[in-house]
């Protein structure tokens, strides 16, 4: 009797929205007037609706269709892992643009619990995203195989990760604009 | 509502139950008789070892031959299930602990080994039988609100004659043995030769 077990994973929870067509609809309201820039600290990588991150697009331009569906969505990862889920606050959101050779360097979201982002416009070859070991002394062991986990998703998705875990997205090679909304979630610790 | 969680990057752990094991059993019984176990200086009072200095190699100087062919096979199964072609190993060290009442081992890894490994060659079925257990070797699955439910220690369920494969790197310890009768594990450390299969198959095995 012989046996593997797989232990330590982390997970990456991936879904298609529910109420496509309405979360579409907001979210075009919102692309449409947005001077999106570049970020000057990052080089040529992508272009952002704003560059620092502080602040908070779903919250500022109410997109509550999202922020609904959004909720269901977080309940369901959490039921899964066991964790009970407790009130949550969206910290940050914005959207990221990635017009021709755009790409977005391996990076992480700190100390986000969840870290998530919704297809809003995308396509094949416009730039896969891809995860990164959270084990380097795994990537740097002969016997172990841990390249970079590359996802083809499609308009229309939703990924949810924990904020450790690093990741990027591969140069858009395509004409096509490629949008998507990337956003922050930080659990309530503190309960009146 | 559909949807899909995927585990990425978890560790592999091999579990077998040796095939010899009568012999396996007597092979390690004949040595054990003969060596006179102690504490590592370095470490306090954790546990007993056949060579606290970690120096010897106990498979060579007892002429453990049954195990280490059977170990072999595992290996081979272990290393399969990772894509690794093997065309070769050897031992780095090894040795045995030995657990009396009030004796544990602390949280470790095993360094720059490519895999590390236990045999069980006297466990207790009775509760307080020191446990080994793994903790996980992502610090951030450990100290993130959500990550800690599905991080922290995960306990090895140990049997007689059951052979634990794991890497090198992979933190682990043993509870405290809290009863009279001794535990008795032999541990080793081992260097592999191969490489990895080409991307494509790596990836059909992975998928």
Same mark, same amino acid.
């Given at each position: 009797?012989?046996?593997?077990?797989?232990?330590?994973?982390?997970?990456?929870?991936?879904?298609?929205?529910?109420?496509?067509?309405?979360?579409?609809?907001?979210f075009?309201?919102v692309v449409k007037d947005i001077p999106f820039e570049?970020?000057?600290?990052?080089?040529?990588?992508?272009y952002l609706s704003h560059?620092?991150?502080?602040?908070?697009i779903?919250?500022?331009c109410?997109?509550?269709?999202?922020?609904?569906?959004?909720?269901?969505?977080?309940?369901?990862?959490?039921?899964?892992?066991?964790?009970?889920?407790?009130?949550?606050?969206?910290?940050?959101?914005w959207i990221?643009k990635?017009?021709?050779?755009?790409?977005?360097?391996?990076?992480?979201?700190?100390?986000?619990?969840?870290?998530?982002?919704?297809?809003?416009?995308?396509?094949?070859?416009?730039?896969?995203?891809?995860?990164?070991?959270?084990?380097?002394?795994?990537?740097?062991?002969?016997?172990?195989?841990?390249?970079?986990?590359?996802?083809?998703?499609?308009?229309?998705?939703?990924?949810?990760?924990?904020?450790?875990?690093?990741?990027?997205?591969?140069?858009?090679?395509?004409?096509?604009?490629?949008i998507?909304?990337?956003?922050?979630?930080?659990?309530?610790?503190?309960?009146? | 509502?559909?949807?899909?969680?995927?585990?990425?990057?978890?560790?592999?752990?091999?579990?077998?139950?040796?095939?010899?094991? =009568? @012999?396996? +059993? !007597?092979?390690?019984?004949?040595?054990?008789?003969?060596?006179? $176990?102690?504490? *590592?200086?370095?470490?306090?009072?954790?546990?007993?070892?056949?060579?606290?200095?970690?120096?010897?190699?106990?498979?060579?100087?007892?002429?453990?031959?049954?195990?280490? =062919? @059977?170990? +072999? !096979?595992?290996?081979?199964?272990?290393?399969?299930?990772?894509? $690794?072609?093997? *065309?070769?190993?050897?031992?780095?060290?090894?040795?045995?602990?030995?657990?009396?009442?009030?004796?544990?081992?602390?949280?470790?890894?095993?360094?720059?080994?490519?895999?590390?490994?236990?045999?069980?060659?006297?466990?207790?079925?009775?509760?307080?039988?020191?446990?080994?257990?793994?903790?996980?070797?992502?610090?951030?699955?450990?100290?993130?609100?959500?990550?800690?439910?599905?991080?922290?220690?995960?306990?090895?369920?140990?049997?007689?004659?059951?052979?634990?494969?794991?890497?090198?790197?992979?933190?682990?310890?043993?509870?405290?043995?809290?009863?009279?009768?001794?535990?008795?594990?032999?541990?080793?450390?081992?260097?592999?030769?191969?490489?990895?299969?080409?991307?494509?198959?790596?990836?059909?095995?992975?998928?």
């Amino acid at each position: 009797m012989t046996s593997i077990a797989e232990l330590f994973g982390t997970p990456l929870y991936r879904s298609k929205v529910n109420n496509y067509d309405e979360i579409q609809k907001e979210f075009s309201y919102v692309v449409k007037d947005i001077p999106f820039e570049k970020n000057p600290y990052y080089g040529q990588d992508n272009y952002l609706s704003h560059g620092d991150f502080n602040r908070n697009i779903i919250k500022e331009c109410m997109l509550l269709k999202f922020e609904e569906e959004l909720k269901s969505h977080v309940e369901l990862f959490c039921d899964n892992l066991n964790f009970k889920s407790r009130s949550y606050s969206i910290r940050n959101s914005w959207i990221a643009k990635f017009e021709k050779g755009n790409y977005a360097h391996i990076h992480d979201h700190g100390s986000s619990d969840i870290s998530g982002v919704y297809y809003y416009k995308k396509c094949d070859n416009d730039g896969n995203i891809f995860f990164q070991s959270p084990v380097p002394q795994s990537e740097s062991s002969m016997c172990f195989w841990n390249p970079h986990f590359e996802l083809s998703v499609e308009q229309g998705e939703l990924l949810l990760f924990p904020g450790y875990l690093k990741h990027g997205i591969h140069v858009n090679e395509t004409e096509e604009t490629r949008i998507s909304f990337s956003f922050d979630i930080s659990f309530i610790r503190v309960v009146d | 509502m559909k949807y899909a969680i995927k585990d990425l990057y978890p560790t592999p752990v091999y579990f077998g139950l040796v095939e010899d094991k =009568d @012999e396996i +059993q !007597k092979e390690f019984s004949d040595c054990i008789g003969e060596i006179d $176990f102690k504490y *590592s200086k370095s470490f306090g009072q954790t546990h007993h070892l056949s060579d606290p200095t970690f120096k010897e190699h106990l498979f060579e100087k007892y002429k453990i031959k049954k195990f280490v =062919d @059977e170990l +072999q !096979k595992h290996l081979g199964a272990y290393m399969s299930h990772m894509g $690794f072609q093997l *065309s070769g190993f050897s031992f780095e060290s090894s040795w045995i602990s030995l657990y009396r009442k009030g004796d544990y081992a602390h949280v470790h890894h095993h360094g720059g080994v490519d895999i590390s490994g236990a045999y069980y060659h006297k466990i207790n079925k009775e509760e307080g039988d020191g446990q080994f257990f793994f903790t996980s070797p992502n610090l951030a699955l450990d100290t993130s609100l959500m990550g800690k439910k599905f991080g922290g220690r995960i306990p090895v369920p140990a049997e007689e004659g059951a052979l634990l494969l794991f890497p090198g790197w992979l933190p682990h310890g043993v509870e405290t043995h809290q009863i009279d009768s001794e535990r008795i594990v032999i541990s080793f450390n081992i260097l592999v030769q191969g490489k990895m299969m080409d991307e494509e198959m790596l990836s059909k095995l992975y998928k």
